[in-house]
């Protein structure tokens, strides 16, 4: 008896040491967006030329995507997987029987010191599991040419794996400025890392037509060139006489055909969006007749519009009806997605108001109000998509006036008009402003490039697509969307898009229950590290500092401090000076101005070094701040 007692209590002893050293063994694994399960075991895959692919599939799509991933292995590592002859095997299963709990998108994935073995149900799913693969390699597999010497270990571990949503999408909007085919597939790229499968292509807007329509040749000859502009959107001079439109460009339809193409290989789908009636300005443009008042307008190259362009096409006038069939015959054809996105918001009704052909129409159909010859209009066109075997979706505005039949809303106005559509029984997509739009400001405004409003990283991060008591059955996902007014350059584009996009991944991807904003954080640092070998032109806003300015009568205002990544120290001066570590270390208590002193400037550091920007802010602007009815900053 005392000898089991005795072994039991050495047995114990041997297993909490165990546990105390595991728990005191760094994080190997930092996956984004953060699967369903992981379970971290010892010892770990060495990658050398003893290692090669087995494809357990005759998969064509399949076997496409893994010419992908030893390509993306063999450039940094210099080792070639897609030998088939190798004593450590990397094996891909497709299932026979189809496992029910990781679905149509998920994996299973194990690595140990002598295979890796990724099971899925489609290819899809194991395309994903093929990322998670790449992510478990150090940071330097995301380098553009070989890093020779490196040791190329991935720690053991076992995944499972699967998305909370089947629409994970990001938008581009390519009208306002024209992003190049190499460019839009360098987005897709990006994207697919982060498990995402909807590319929401804003084609056309105001400041350019983007896509080639053969039928309507002038459509790009015309509508694709504005005059060139450089500093802050809307204040922008407007086309001078005979100044010749040069800035812009389209797609042809074999560029398109082949971007599609390029997402197909990576499992995206590639939603285009044709924005009427409402921003339609270069459409109107080559084609006045379509508009209200049929006057002769130029693409807008980002000038402000006062008083209003007619820039809505005119509801009335059957000519659009069959100008728009043409354009969707044709666009129809060159997208596979189930979709196409008509845009129908910020029509500006002022013109139909006082076009008498529109008040007839109204009088005949029983129209009451504007709002109502809008959702006319979009009915028009369900009618025009479904004959091209498509289904319509659109901005949430197409909720005014009565919501086509079969229409599916993107909810981008808050979460509001979501909730009223699947009320109704239609599907959401939900991308509401102030959680995913990537153009807004991510940090203080007095550190970041000129934009609008404000969405912080944590926002993006902290965002729940379902609302309280709403069937999430209805809710299809969401996405990020980035608008490109001030977004002039592929470089900034990745500027406002990284990371807050690798947030949202994993709002749309993960379990609400796995959300967690300290552990998050810790996985993205170890994500811009693959990001800097990348070259990724990506934000750092969020180690900066936040300011909270409480309004301490007519002319004084008092603030507190605080960070978004945990642990950072502040310092701060009142003097002008530069915060050093000899500086005041702000310690969480309201500071009030000394007599005197005019400017706030600080700083955050970690571990004796400065991590953000310095932040110099005036007393006026605090005040200025403090009194605002919204807090944005």
């Keep these: 008896m005392r000898k089991n007692q005795l072994f039991f209590i050495v047995t114990a002893f041997i297993a909490l040491t165990a546990l105390h050293v595991n728990a005191a063994e760094p994080r190997r694994v930092h996956l984004i967006p953060e699967p369903v399960s992981v379970r ?24 496409q995507s893994l010419k992908w991933f030893s390509a993306k292995i063999q450039r940094a590592t210099g080792v070639d997987v897609s030998k088939s002859n190798g004593s450590k095997k990397i094996t891909i299963l497709l299932n026979t029987d189809t496992d029910a709990e990781i679905g149509k ?107 080639e329509i053969k039928s309507l040749p002038e459509l790009t000859k015309k509508g694709a060139y504005s005059v060139k502009r450089t500093g802050r959107w809307g204040t922008f001079l407007p086309a001078l006489a005979n100044e010749e439109p040069t800035y812009g460009g389209f797609y042809t339809q074999e560029d398109i055909k082949e971007i599609v193409k390029y997402a197909q290989d990576r499992y995206v789908t590639v939603l285009p969006e044709i924005d009427v009636p409402g921003h339609s300005l270069a459409m109107i443009t080559t084609y006045p007749s379509l508009s209200s008042t049929r006057k002769q307008y130029s693409v807008n190259s980002g000038w402000r519009t006062d008083p209003q362009d007619d820039n809505s096409l005119d509801p009335s006038n059957e000519d659009v009806y ?68 498509k289904k319509l979706i ?55 490039p000129d934009t609008y409003g404000l969405c912080r990283l944590s926002d993006s991060y902290n965002y729940e697509p379902v609302p309280a008591g709403l069937d999430e059955k209805l809710i299809l996902g969401g996405q990020g969307n980035l608008w490109t007014e001030s977004v002039p350059t592929y470089r900034h584009m990745e500027y406002m898009v990284w990371p807050r996009s690798i947030a949202l991944s994993e709002v749309y991807w993960s379990p609400k229950s796995k959300k967690n904003w300290p552990d998050f954080m810790s996985r993205l640092e170890n994500e811009f590290t ?65 007599m005197g002193a005019s400017q706030i400037n600080a700083v955050t550091y970690r571990n004796g070094k400065p991590i953000g920007k310095q932040i110099n802010i005036k007393k006026e602007e605090l005040i200025k701040r403090s009194e605002a009815a919204r807090h944005v900053y």
Excluded at 539 to 564: H, Q, W
């Design 40 to 63: 971290e075991q010892s010892g770990e895959f060495i990658l050398d030329n003893s290692v090669s692919l087995e494809l357990k599939s005759k998969n064509k799509q399949l076997q």
């Design 394 to 448: 659109g901005w949430d505005e197409i909720l005014q006036g009565g919501l086509a039949e079969s229409a599916t809303v993107m909810s981008w106005r808050g979460m509001n008009g979501g909730i009223e559509a699947a009320k109704m029984n239609h599907p959401v997509v939900m991308t509401p402003w102030d959680y995913v739009y990537l153009d807004l400001y991510q940090g203080d405004p007095l550190a970041e």
């Design 105 to 211: 998108e998920g994996y299973h994935l194990k690595v140990s010191p002598q295979q890796i073995v990724l099971t899925a149900n489609t290819a899809a799913g194991a395309f994903y599991g093929l990322q998670t693969i790449i992510q478990l390699f150090p940071s330097d597999i995301e380098a553009k040419q070989l890093k020779a010497g490196l040791n190329w270990n991935i720690p053991s571990v076992e995944v499972t794996d699967y998305p909370r949503f089947g629409w994970r999408g990001l938008m581009l909007d390519v009208s306002r400025h024209f992003f190049t085919k190499e460019e839009v597939k360098g987005f897709i790229d990006e994207m697919v890392k982060y498990k995402y499968n909807t590319f929401h292509w804003h084609l056309t807007d105001d400041q350019g037509w983007r896509i």
């Design 322 to 389: 069959k100008t728009l069939d043409k354009v969707f015959t044709e666009i129809a054809k060159l997208f596979p997605c189930q979709y196409i996105h008509i845009g129908g918001d910020e029509a500006y009704k002022g013109y139909w108001e006082k076009n008498p052909a529109c008040q007839k129409l109204m009088a005949k159909e029983g129209l009451k109000d504007v709002e109502q010859l809008q959702s006319y209009f979009i009915k028009r066109l369900e009618k025009i998509l479904e004959s091209k075997g």
């Design 530 to 594: 693959r990001l800097d070998a990348a070259d990724i032109n990506y934000s750092k806003s969020c180690y900066n500092v936040i300011f909270k300015p409480v309004k301490e009568g007519r002319n004084d205002v008092s603030l507190t401090m605080a960070t978004e990544v945990p642990g950072l120290e502040i310092y701060y001066t009142f003097d002008n000076t530069f915060p050093d570590l000899h500086a005041a270390k702000y310690d969480g208590s309201v500071l009030n101005f000394p």
